[in-house]
């Protein structure tokens, strides 16, 4: 869910990421996966976003893992084979604190070829930086600074101060979610409006994409018990080929 919320913040707030990591204040269009490469792309935790100037690929990460620079760089020859002309800036952005030395990786290299790209680790970045954009108020509690409740507090003040209600809801919700990696559940909801944040569309997004998750764990349960497709539809509510989809997926594991 973190991702989720960090996706609907990129999409929707372009010009404040592209301020922050690109140093231009340009609104910038989301670009599809599916248009960079016929093979498939895992889009959870990354968004990629398009101005007539240049590509933003941004990949959100709540923990370190050691492929990060390998995927990096696939998209980077991705983008280069479908407009050669057209510059991508990359970032992976590390969302919780970690000693891990993987949040300090910044290229790639395999025999003669090397690519580089950067690394933002939010928990060195200062909270009041992101207080200064409406799309990134939802991180300045995983910033820097010394009381990350006190913070939450004045980025829900940044909110409140949002005219439309809907944007306000929106990064209502995305603060609560993003500060769930770093603060109790209780001083959350302490702090943020609960009725508020469970009214917007981001949240409501990411909890019918929860439930639809469980729904597909529910699913391969039954399938691997050997439960016909027909019943899995009725049990679980999801299609026909949704449910045909997950019994291929069981299929070739099987196999491999």
Request: charged residues 25%.
């Amino acid at each position: 869910m973190y991702a989720d919320a960090c996706r609907f913040l990129a999409e929707h707030f372009s010009a404040d990421f592209a301020s922050w990591l690109m140093g231009t204040p340009v609104t910038m269009t989301e670009l599809q996966p599916s248009e960079l490469s016929l093979d498939p792309i895992r889009a959870d935790a990354l968004i990629f976003l398009e101005s007539d100037e240049a590509i933003l690929h941004i990949e959100f990460q709540t923990l370190p893992k050691d492929n990060i620079p390998f995927r990096v760089t696939d998209y980077r020859l991705r983008g280069y084979r479908r407009d050669s002309t057209k510059p991508m800036h990359q970032v992976v952005i590390y969302l919780k604190q970690t000693a891990s030395p993987l949040v300090y990786g910044t290229s790639f290299t395999m025999e003669r070829t090397r690519h580089e790209f950067d690394v933002m680790r939010l928990w060195e970045q200062p909270a009041s930086l992101f207080l200064q954009y409406p799309g990134l108020i939802p991180f300045a509690v995983l910033g820097q600074s010394a009381d990350a409740e006190e913070t939450l507090r004045q980025a829900a003040q940044r909110v409140d101060q949002i005219a439309d209600p809907a944007t306000q809801a929106n990064l209502m919700a995305a603060s609560g979610i993003l500060a769930g990696l770093k603060l109790e559940e209780e001083i959350i909801y302490r702090v943020l409006r609960r009725d508020i944040m469970q009214e917007s569309t981001v949240y409501q997004s990411i909890w019918r994409d929860a439930q639809k998750e469980d729904k597909r764990e529910i699913a391969l349960n039954l399938l691997q018990e050997g439960v016909s497709v027909e019943i899995v539809v009725r049990c679980t509510g999801l299609s026909v080929e949704e449910i045909q989809q997950l019994h291929q997926q069981l299929n070739s594991s099987a196999q491999s």
